[in-house]
């Protein structure tokens, strides 16, 4: 059993900074890629960043050149530093991670979600 546990939401005013955690536990053979997405009520989840194992990295347009993610294997562990907030990145943020297992075969998993809020 594989489990996300993230961490770091919460409130903050318009240009300031949050740094959101996000670990998996339990039984782990390979990671390949981590992501944060986010959605808001009523609309569909949206990928924010991703980034592999071999570390390379994409992120949305909306959110290029004010956040950056970075991951810790040793950790098993994804960041994402949120600089620049604006009240548009209110929403609750999610941590996404594809693992594989011996076999080869690749699974994903989700966190709980992590709610953040930018006040103007």
């Known amino acids: 059993q594989v489990q996300l546990v993230e961490s770091g939401g919460g409130l903050v005013q318009a240009g300031g900074s949050l740094r959101l955690s996000c670990a998996a536990s339990?039984?782990?053979?390979?990671?390949?890629?981590m992501a944060w997405y986010r959605q808001a009520p009523g609309k569909q989840r949206e990928l924010v960043a991703i980034?592999?194992?071999?570390?390379?990295?994409k992120y949305a347009d909306s959110v290029k050149g004010r956040f950056t993610i970075s991951r810790d294997n040793a950790k098993n562990a994804v960041y994402l530093q949120m600089n620049s907030l604006e009240p548009e990145d209110t929403d609750v943020y999610y941590c996404?991670?594809?693992?594989?297992?011996?076999?080869?075969?690749?699974?994903?998993?989700w966190g709980q979600g992590t709610q953040v809020t930018v006040s103007s």
């Open positions: 996404n991670a594809h693992l594989q297992d011996r076999r080869g075969y690749e699974y994903a998993y």
């Open positions: 339990g039984s782990i053979f390979r990671i390949n890629t």
């Open positions: 980034i592999t194992s071999g570390g390379t990295i």
